[in-house]
């Protein structure tokens, strides 16, 4: 049986078999199968790549990779697609051209590593680098959204404990007050209170309604170019999220290009690759100005500066890395301070936001008693006036 095994380009190349028959009809590529719109966790597709690493470091050719892959994998849609990939590879395809049909799993940054490393001949070289890119990316996400657990918790609490207050508290206590007619003329805030919580008790449709409205305008507006340009523009120039997001968006771009250029993807096709997984509209629109640049034989760091998203000195360090040619581990530098400025920030960010839920929460429980409590004090001073 000839053993399969994969060239510098990443074709299988059969060795050990002997030559087909003139008669014998060429196999025909194999048709992928229908899987849908596949979706595939982070962790998941990072796990399958340094497994899929490992192997090609070892030795073993391509096909009997992705089937010791497959084999061990759960019944689900990423062991689909990884059988198709296998079976389009053994079938003659190019691991990447394979990969590409599948790009709800593999994306455009994914394959063009893959087809570099078939082409250049380090595929395993590639896919190490590659599983390093998607650690560290899920790393970011997950430090972000760790940070971000509490506050969420304590204002999602807060909200809960004062809707609760306002829907069966305050009803109560307005039961009370009008049994007793002595007290007179409600004062403002609690008169406010109370005509509040009978909105929300017997007009809560209304409320939902609202919420459901708003959310449906959010989403179209997003949807839009418009809005994303917008939304991409406030979130860059809040006071206290805007740095944090900025940040962000200069991490991931700096590690994705520097990724794709230390191994060997085209620059050109590095930027578009950026610019179709920069996150932000903004730097979106900066990238097409470096590409322009570098198109008319201009420089990288010019157009970035000009942005006004990059910081001087991230400017300055990509100018020395095109100036030295060593621009790929420039970029790697820069995404890795990124990465712990980022991190720093987000326990800023988080330091403040906790005082400040704190403060919200104990002013508005401090209303509602102010409101429930001060026709009381009135009664009081009233029997006390008339004794």
């Known amino acids: 049986m000839p053993k399969i095994t994969s060239g510098a380009a990443g074709k299988p190349v059969a060795r ?3 030559r087909p028959s003139p008669g014998a009809r060429p196999a025909a590529a194999p048709q992928p199968r229908k899987i849908g719109r596949a979706r ?4 998941a597709l990072t796990t399958f790549t340094t497994q899929l690493s ?18 061990q994998m759960e019944r689900g849609p990423f062991k689909a697609v990884v059988g198709d990939v296998t079976e389009e590879v053994e079938g003659g395809s190019p691991l990447s051209e394979s990969m590409s049909r599948h790009p709800s799993v593999f994306d455009g940054l994914y394959t063009n ?3 570099a490393g078939e082409a250049g001949g380090v595929l395993d070289v590639i896919l190490s680098r590659l599983a390093g890119f998607m650690e560290k990316s899920e790393k970011l996400k997950k430090r972000i959204k760790g940070a971000m657990i509490y506050p969420v918790v304590v204002f999602t609490v807060t909200m809960s404990i004062l809707m609760l207050i306002m829907i ?10 009008k049994q007793m007619p002595q007290l007179g003329e409600l004062p403002p805030l609690t008169k406010a209170l109370q005509s509040f919580s009978r909105f929300l008790t017997e007009q809560w449709y209304v409320v939902l309604l609202i919420i459901v409205v708003l959310v449906i305008l959010w989403k179209l507006f997003k949807a839009t170019a418009t809005g994303r340009r917008v939304i991409d523009r406030v979130k860059l120039r809040l006071p206290v999220v805007g740095p944090l997001v900025r940040k962000i968006v200069v991490a991931r771009f700096s590690r994705t290009f520097g990724t794709l250029i230390a191994s060997g993807v085209p620059i050109l096709e590095a930027l578009d690759i950026c610019q179709h997984t920069a996150g932000n509209v903004v ?5 097409v100005g470096v590409r322009d640049s570098i198109s008319e034989g201009g420089t990288i760091a010019e157009p970035l500066g000009e942005s006004g998203i990059f910081d001087d000195i991230v400017v300055n360090m990509i ?3 095109e100036e030295t040619g060593e621009l790929d581990k420039m970029l790697i530098r820069v995404a890795d301070n990124y990465d712990d400025e980022v991190d720093v920030a987000v326990g800023g960010l988080v330091s403040i936001i906790e005082p400040v839920l704190i403060v919200f929460m104990g002013a508005a429980v401090f ?10 004090l009135k009664l009081i001073q009233n029997l006390e006036a008339s004794m």
Do not use: C, W, Y
């Open 54 to 71: 490992t192997l090609q470091d070892a030795g073993l050719p391509i096909v009997r990779s992705l089937k010791i892959l497959e084999g």
């Open 319 to 321: 100018d020395v890395g």
């Open 40 to 43: 595939v966790s982070t962790k």
């Open 168 to 177: 069966f508290v305050v009803p109560k206590f307005e039961q009370v007050f």
């Open 367 to 376: 209303l509602i008693v102010l409101g429930l409590f001060l026709p009381l």
């Open 113 to 115: 590593m893959v087809k």
């Open 16 to 18: 050990g078999g002997g």
């Open 283 to 287: 730097m979106e629109h900066a990238l």
